[in-house]
């Protein structure tokens, strides 16, 4: 009995030195997309999130709110694309080891060519 309790005990012990091994490595993006003319937050924009390690895509909510998880360290540059909207992309976003950068964007109402 003795024996067993000692193994669970190392067991429990090297889990937990894992689990301390891989925090710190990943970081997130969160933030809202926003109308530029209007503030009203934007649902289904598309947003890629690309740098030279990784990309990942995601859609707003419908309070025009993304998050991305599990992103490694490194500059990223975001592409947001809505219907509607002037595709815009911004670089320079920096995501940080067991972080969570707020980046919120603003996206301009395409030109529909009446003049307005």
């Given at each position: 009995?003795?024996?067993?309790l000692?193994?669970?005990?190392?067991?429990?012990?090297?889990?937990?030195?894992?689990?301390?091994?891989?925090?710190?490595?990943?970081?997130?993006?969160?933030?809202?997309?926003?109308?530029?003319?209007?503030?009203?937050?934007?649902?289904?924009?598309?947003?890629?999130?690309?740098?030279?390690?990784?990309?990942?895509?995601?859609?707003?909510?419908a309070?025009?709110?993304?998050?991305?998880?599990?992103l490694?360290?490194?500059?990223?540059?975001?592409?947001?694309?809505?219907?509607?909207?002037?595709?815009?992309?911004?670089?320079?976003?920096?995501v940080?080891?067991?972080?969570?950068?707020?980046?919120?964007?603003?996206?301009?109402?395409?030109?529909?060519?009446?003049?307005?």
């Amino acid at each position: 009995m003795r024996r067993s309790l000692s193994l669970l005990a190392m067991l429990v012990a090297f889990a937990s030195l894992a689990s301390v091994g891989r925090a710190g490595t990943l970081g997130n993006i969160q933030g809202v997309i926003s109308d530029s003319a209007t503030g009203a937050p934007i649902a289904g924009v598309r947003l890629e999130i690309t740098s030279g390690s990784q990309a990942a895509t995601v859609t707003t909510d419908a309070h025009g709110h993304f998050v991305v998880f599990s992103l490694q360290p490194d500059d990223y540059t975001l592409t947001a694309e809505k219907a509607g909207y002037a595709t815009r992309s911004v670089a320079g976003y920096s995501v940080f080891a067991d972080q969570t950068q707020v980046y919120d964007l603003q996206l301009d109402p395409a030109n529909n060519g009446t003049g307005g």
